[in-house]
C-alpha cells in the first residue's frame, strides 16, 4: 500500500517503455511550461514559482507516488485559493500554508483516508470547479483584451464593473494576438495531435510579437526577467499566530490537492488499465507540498490535462514524470530568459481554454436535472465560490449535504405504523420465516421493528413514534433485523427509552441485532445498563423472554411451512406490530 509505483515499475522496466517515457516526458514537460507561468500570474505570484513547483514538486509526486502515470504541478483548482492568500497573508503565509496542507495530506495518507476522499459529493466537486473556471475566464479578461487599467478588483462584481468602464481602452493588437493563439490553440489538434496547441501557439505568437516589435506586454515587461536557475531552499520561519490563522486555507489547499490528484489517478487508471493506490498518492502530495514551497513553489496536485498528455504520447511508468520534471529544468535553466519574451495575451488564451475544460459545463447542466437537495448543493457551491471565497464554498456546500443526507435517511428509515402484516394476507409474509404473522404474541407485549440505518436522522422519529404509544405494554421488544448500522445518537434514543421503561415499568428487549450494532452496543454503557440477558439474536427468544416475564410457557418456533397465524388475543395484534 505504501510502496511508490516507481519502485514496481522499475522491477520489470525495459527499453521500450523507456522510449515511450521519454518521449511523453519531454512533451508534457514542455506542454507544462506555459501552463506553469500561466497559474503562477493567475494566483498574483511571479512567474517562477509555477516552473519551480513544476519541477519539484513534478519530481516527488512522479517518484513517491501511486500512480504510474500522474504528472504532477501547478493547477487551475488552486488559482482562486492561491491568490485569496496571497492578497491576505501574503507570499509568507502561502508558504506556510501549503507547508501546512503538505502535513495534512501526509497525515490522511498515513491513516489510510485516501478512499474516504472519493465520498465528498459529487455536486461540491463540480459545483467549486465550475466556480474556478468561471474565476480564472474572469481574471484573463484584461490581459486577453489588452486593458489599459491601473489594477484589477478580486471581488467579482467589481472586477466586471471595472472591465465596463475601462472597455473603450481596449489595445486591438493584444486582442489580435491573443485570439491568434486561442484560434491555434482551437485548432491546432485537427492538424497533429502529438505536439500540443499550446506550445505552438505559445512559438508563434511570441515569434510574431518580437519580428514585429508588437505593443503587447510581455512576462518580462510586467514581472522582470525569470531567474533562470532553481532558489535555494528556505524554511521559512513559523508562529504559533500565523499557523493558527492559516488553518482553514490550509485544509483547503489540502482537500483541493487531495480531490485533484486521486480524481487524476482515477482517469489515469482507466486510460492505461491500472490501478492506482490512493494512500501512496497522497503521501506524496503531501512531501511534494511540504519541499516545493522551500524552494520558492506554490501548491501542485496531479494535473488531469497533463496526465491525459502524458498516457496518450505513450507514457507507462513514472518515469515519464520524472523526465517532464527534467525538460522543465533544462528549459529554466538554458532558456528561463526567452520564457520571459511570451506575451501576456498568449498565456490569458491559454487559461481561457484552461477554464473551460475546466468548468465542464456538460456535468453541470445534467446535474441541474438531479434531485432538488443536490441541485441546492451545487448553486450554494458554485454561488460561494464567486461571489465569497472557494474555502467558504467548500465548507458550506459539504455542511448543506452533509444536512441533507440526514433528511434523506430519515425518510429512508420508516415510521408509519404497519398492521397489514398482521391483518392482511401478504404472500411475501406466508412464505417468510421471519414474519411477525408466524409468531403469537402475548397479551401485553408489544413489538416495533426499525427498518433502516439508525442513525441520527432517524433517533427523533423513532422518540416521536414510540412516544404515541397509549396504553403502556409490559414488555416492549424492539425488532433490528433491518438495521444495518447505528451511531450514538440511535444508542441514546434507545438509552432513553430502556431508562423511560425503568420508571414506568416496561421491560424493554432488543431482538434481531446485526453484527455491527451489536458491536456499538458493547462498546457503549446501554449494554450494561439494560443487561446482555435482555438482548437477543431472534425475535422467537425476546418472544419468549417475554413470555417468562409474564409468567407464561415458552413457545416453539413456528414451521416454515406453516401458512396460518395464531394470535393469544385479537386486540393485541392490532397494536403489536409497528414499523419504524
Known sequence: MFVPQLVTSLKTYDRQQFTGDLTAGVIVGIVALPLAIAFAIASGVAPGRGLYTSIVAGFLISALGGSKVQIGGPTGAFVVIVYGVVQKYGVDGLVVATLMAGVILIVLGAVRLGAAIKFIPYPVVIGFTSGIAVIIFSSQVKDFLGLRMPNVPAEFFEKWRAYASHIESVNFTTLAVATLALVIILVWPRIN??????????????????????????????????????????????????ITSLVGPAFTIALLAAVESLLSAVVADGMIGGRHRSNMELVAQGIANVVSPIFGGMPATGAIARTATNVRNGARTPVAGIVHALTLLGITLFAGE??????????????????????????????????????????????????????????VGMV??????????????????????????VDDELTDPNAMRRRVVPKGVDVYEINGPFFFGAAEQFKDTIGQIAAKPKVLIIRMRRVPAIDSTGLHALQELVRRGR????????????????????????????????????????????RTHLGLEAVAPPEVATATVARETPAAGARSRRDL
Open 338 to 395: 526567452w520564457a520571459g519574451l511570451i506575451p501576456m495575451a498568449t498565456l490569458a488564451a491559454i487559461l481561457i481554454v484552461v477554464a473551460y475544460h475546466m468548468s465542464e459545463w456538460r456535468n453541470f447542466r445534467s446535474e441541474l436535472r438531479a434531485p432538488k437537495s443536490d441541485v441546492a448543493v451545487l448553486v450554494t457551491t458554485f454561488a460561494l465560490t464567486i461571489v465569497v471565497d472557494l474555502t467558504v464554498a467548500i465548507e
Open 193 to 242: 495531435r502529438r505536439i500540443p496547441g499550446t506550445f505552438i501557439a505559445l512559438i508563434v505568437t511570441t515569434a510574431l510579437v518580437q519580428a514585429l516589435d508588437l505593443p503587447v506586454e510581455t512576462i518580462t515587461g510586467r514581472f522582470g526577467a525569470i531567474d533562470a536557475s532553481i532558489p535555494h531552499p528556505v524554511v521559512p520561519h513559523l508562529s504559533f499566530a500565523q
Open 503 to 546: 420508571r414506568e415499568g416496561i421491560l424493554v428487549l432488543l431482538a434481531d441485532v446485526h453484527a455491527q450494532p451489536l458491536i456499538a452496543l458493547g462498546k457503549s454503557d446501554l449494554l450494561d445498563e439494560m443487561g446482555e440477558d435482555h438482548v437477543f439474536g431472534n425475535i422467537d427468544d425476546a418472544l419468549n423472554h417475554a
Open 400 to 425: 448543506l449535504a452533509a444536512f441533507l443526507f440526514m433528511r434523506r435517511m430519515a425518510e429512508v428509515t420508516n415510521v408509519s405504523i404497519v398492521t397489514r402484516e398482521l391483518s392482511d394476507g
